[in-house]
């Protein structure tokens, strides 16, 4: 007797086949959402593929085999989306650093808006009530602080990670990077052609002031360097071109650690005066400050105007870019930072204007009074968002206004959720494109009880 048997869905499409799918939408990372033809029971598995848009068909090769979806690799476009262009970058889709470059400009602000406006019902199962207007930003020399790994040795390298790896890919420009971080790089080509570069170097960040005139590098160097050679290290960088005005050698960190990163070593002025609409800033090397040098005054004002009061409480304040503006229009503003480097800048930055407190925001909140009632809390968390106990601790000091700063839709969803259901309710929302050509997305929601 003749048995015929069915082969797993897996096994009749294999990895490394190449299939065709129509895009869906994109996703928060930059993918595109498809689906594998229907199998027997008429359900198609999902898959992503970077460097696609909405709408098209796409050859794709299946490189990736996941519980519940796969992900894919495009060999070709069928059907493009009118949206489409050529990449300006010529490393783009080697590079791990741009996602959006094959799409026009004013369509990736379209592709950031749903994916916020779904992420936030999708998560947080929130309808904004509320316009949502949009900040565009210069889309090319936007960055003013780039960061890439060094190879030195037998061979020079400069440049990022590859897509999807830790190979390093040689850069010698960054079409997102100011003019001046370009310069930079290229005359760190130079030095490292000539093999004079100390070989403890791993990474170099470079930051450009206001008006792209003037730069400093942060020079990260392997564990275990000493002063001594991290100082040589520091002083060839030193003379690389004449913009340069300081150089600061750390320590590279464990990836895992959330320990400050140690300074080794200096030279120059390791330090900018950044220049807003209202304010100047004191930056120095290892501190925090925003990328996009087009729209600092922009999120500024957005995240400030029209709020004034008694107290302003300032979380995750780096170097004072909201509290020293709030000083203006508040009675009294405290401003909590972690970072040691970035809590001086805030010091100096502020003075008296300002009460700096050198701590977590966690340990803060855990410790300050229930009696504290500021009338304004503005927070502007990392990627991993205020989380359940900092939202817990907030509802405690009955805030009449929240400014939230976000830099991810996920975590934003998240807590937008325990903070509407501690009382809170969004008045106004709006998305900056702080990182053209990325799928990175910055938003500043006001919330009232």
């Not at 008429?42 to 970077?50: D, L």
């Not at 690799?73 to 996602?99: K, M, N």
């Not at 060839?236 to 959330?258: H, K, M, T, W, Y």
């Not at 900092?390 to 996920?410: F, G």
Request: proline share 5%; charged share 25%.
């Amino acid at each position: 007797m003749c048995h015929i048997v069915k082969l797993p869905v897996r096994l009749r499409k294999p990895y490394n086949s190449k299939v065709q799918i129509k895009i869906e939408k994109l996703i928060y990372g930059g993918e595109g959402l498809g689906r594998l033809p229907a199998d027997e029971r008429g359900r198609g598995k999902s898959v992503f593929v970077p460097f696609v848009l909405e709408g098209e068909e796409a050859e794709i090769t299946l490189v990736e085999p996941r519980p519940g979806f796969a992900r894919g690799r495009i060999e070709s476009v069928v059907a493009a989306s009118p949206h489409r262009r050529e990449p300006l970058c010529p490393y783009f889709q080697r590079c791990g650093g741009c996602h959006y470059q094959h799409s026009t400009y004013a369509h990736q602000l379209e592709i950031k808006k749903a994916v916020l406006l779904e992420t936030l019902k999708r998560t947080a199962k929130l309808d904004l009530d509320c316009d949502l207007p949009v900040h565009p930003s210069p889309e090319w020399n936007y960055r003013n602080r780039t960061r890439l790994k060094l190879q030195t040795g037998s061979q020079f390298v400069l440049g990022y990670y590859r897509f999807r790896s830790h190979d390093l890919l040689p850069v010698e420009q960054c079409p997102i990077s100011s003019l001046l971080i370009n310069r930079a790089i290229a005359a760190i080509w130079n030095l490292g052609r000539s093999g004079t570069l100390n070989q403890s170097l791993q990474e170099l960040e470079f930051f450009s002031s206001h008006d792209d005139a003037t730069l400093l590098i942060e020079a990260y160097c392997s564990r275990g360097t000493p002063p001594s050679e991290a100082q040589i290290a520091a002083e060839q960088l030193g003379s690389a071109f004449a913009e340069l005005q300081g150089v600061a050698a750390f320590v590279r960190s464990d990836a895992a650690s959330f320990s400050e990163t140690k300074r080794l070593a200096s030279t120059g002025k390791p330090q900018l005066q950044y220049q807003a609409v209202r304010r100047n800033y004191r930056v120095s090397a290892g501190a925090f400050f925003q990328v996009n040098r087009f729209l600092v005054n922009d999120l500024v004002e957005v995240a400030c105007a029209g709020q004034k009061g008694k107290l302003a409480l300032d979380l995750y304040a780096g170097v004072g870019l909201f509290s020293s503006v709030l000083s203006g229009s508040f009675a009294q503003v405290i401003a909590v930072e972690a970072s040691q480097t970035s809590h001086a800048d805030l010091k100096h930055n502020c003075g008296r204007e300002v009460k700096a407190v050198l701590a977590t925001t966690e340990q803060y909140l855990e410790q300050v009074s229930s009696e504290l009632r500021p009338d304004l809390v503005v927070a502007d968390p990392p990627r991993r968002g205020l989380g359940e106990n900092v939202i817990r601790n907030l509802a405690r000091l009955k805030p009449s206004r929240l400014t939230y700063v976000s830099c991810d839709p996920s975590t934003l969803a998240r807590d937008l959720r325990m903070l509407v259901d501690s009382g809170f309710k969004i008045e106004a929302a709006h998305l900056f494109d702080l990182f053209p050509q990325t799928y990175h997305i910055e938003s500043v929601f006001h919330l009232a009880r």
